[in-house]
């Protein structure tokens, strides 16, 4: 893949996928605190239910439900100019994997080199709890705007998922880091080299976990057994772009929707069989962010750069067959990396291709923007006790309450020093955060 000569931080921006970086669903709280629940994705009329006692607080990209929204309540409503309490702050190595939380323990990669390594860290004090590192082949990979690893982790029972920057997998044991079994998705499989890197974070479903290969025919998905790694089933036929995929459902069915090159693509999670694609083409297949799915409409928005912008798709269920129907699509909303989120009607990211990139919020009705505000540059984002947690490339961490009419910073502070494109994640009131050389733990409560 070849990019036109338009700069150094344009090129780079798109690498944040941190198919993926980003958030952390919260702790179960205490009954005293305990918040109203979010809808639960693809379940119209229904309530998210608790994390399960014990359950990882933030298991996955994008955090329990893989919307980048936490049940974490009772968040201060300022902080002093200097920012939130800081816990520990430590030297991490380079990449955008996001961070992970589970009863006490984190878990993120990081590279240094032509080394990755999977790492899990003691939550309250920062320090390793136990390091798995691993040689990883760079050749040919074009690193130069931003190095990886750049998909995030998974958490499913007692096994830590890893994808590297060179499409190397890992099933991992979380307490111990023992190697439990591994796949080589580019060598092994003749998967689809991306040039700047593997991206898309693995995802779990019943008993498997589910990856985006592509390469060769009929290898667009590959799921593997969670506890063997033995080959599930493989499916269909789509160039991956960098995005990670979701699990919504529609109507009473799971479906896994994820991004190609030039499409979103809907399938059945338990045999990757089709169930149908809407047109979504970008220039250079670079697709990032993850799309918003609300089960109340069942509407998919989805945002990219490169020339396109913004649609709405509604979904409708009839038996096997599912219809997508476009609402709207225009260029006038175009988040290039980092979080979608949506809440309500209105969809909320930081647009624009390249140079400025305001906050916006866009009508997911009718394409219509309702607002931009530039107090805060372009940013990743998770929603926790009606505000958002923001936190800019620039390392700003600004606290805001979105509404109809604007957004309301009430808080903001730089926090690190160096290009910060992953999410925070967010456990209870403690916010974990990293940028290509720190990560470090604050107190929002």
């Known amino acids: 893949m070849q990019f036109p000569a338009i700069g150094k931080n344009c090129i780079a921006l798109w690498l944040t996928v941190l198919s993926s970086l980003f958030i952390v669903t919260a702790a179960t709280v205490t ?7 979010p809808k639960a994705p693809g379940q119209p009329g229904k309530t998210a239910q608790p994390a399960p006692a014990g359950a990882p607080e933030w298991p996955q990209w994008g955090g329990r439900n893989r919307n ?3 049940e974490s309540g009772a968040l201060k409503e300022s902080w002093p100019a200097s920012g939130p309490k800081q816990l520990w702050s430590r030297a991490l190595g380079e990449g955008h994997s996001a961070i992970l939380v589970d009863n006490g323990r984190l878990y993120t990669m990081y590279g240094s080199g032509a080394r990755e390594t999977v790492i899990s860290l003691d939550a309250a004090t920062g320090k390793t709890l136990w390091e798995f590192p691993y040689e990883t082949a760079l050749s040919g990979l074009d690193l130069e705007y931003g190095k990886g690893p750049h998909a995030t982790p998974l958490i499913a029972g007692n096994l830590v998922y890893t994808v590297g920057v060179a499409g190397r997998m890992h099933a991992l044991d979380k307490r111990t880091g023992k190697l439990v079994w591994q796949h080589d998705l580019w060598n092994e499989y003749g998967g689809h080299r991306d040039d700047r890197g593997y991206s898309p974070s693995p995802i779990a479903y019943k008993n498997n976990v589910i990856v985006i290969v592509g390469g060769r025919n009929g290898q667009s998905l590959m799921a593997f057994d969670q506890q063997t790694g033995h080959l599930a089933w493989k ?18 069915q799971d479906q896994l929707i994820y991004f190609s090159t030039d499409e979103i693509v809907g399938c059945d999670p338990n045999n990757g069989s089709y169930l149908w694609h809407h047109p979504h083409k970008t220039q250079y297949g670079l697709n990032i962010s993850t799309p918003a799915w609300d089960g109340q409409d069942n509407v998919i928005f989805m945002s990219s750069a490169y020339g396109t912008g913004s649609r709405a798709i509604q979904l409708t269920r009839n038996g096997n067959q ?7 699509a225009n260029n006038r909303m175009r988040v290039h990396i980092g979080t979608v989120i949506r809440l309500g009607d209105l969809a909320y990211g930081s647009s624009g291709d390249f140079g400025p990139a305001p906050f916006t919020a866009i009508n997911v009705k009718t394409g219509q923007i309702a607002w931009q505000d530039r107090g805060i540059g372009r940013a990743s984002f998770l929603h926790a006790d009606g505000k958002l947690i923001m936190l800019d490339e620039d390392g700003n961490l600004a606290l805001a309450r979105p509404g109809a009419t604007g957004l309301s910073i009430l808080a903001k502070a730089s926090v690190l020093k160096n290009l910060s494109w992953t999410v925070p994640t967010l456990a209870g009131t403690k916010l974990y955060l990293r940028d290509r050389r720190t990560i470090m733990a604050l107190d929002l409560g």
Do not use: C, D
């Open 31 to 37: 009954a005293q605190r305990r918040q109203p629940q």
């Open 68 to 70: 980048f929204k936490s």
């Open 235 to 252: 499916n269909l036929n789509y160039t991956p772009a960098p995005s990670s995929p979701v699990i919504i459902n529609v109507s009473g």
């Open 322 to 328: 599912t219809t997508a129907r476009q609402l709207w």
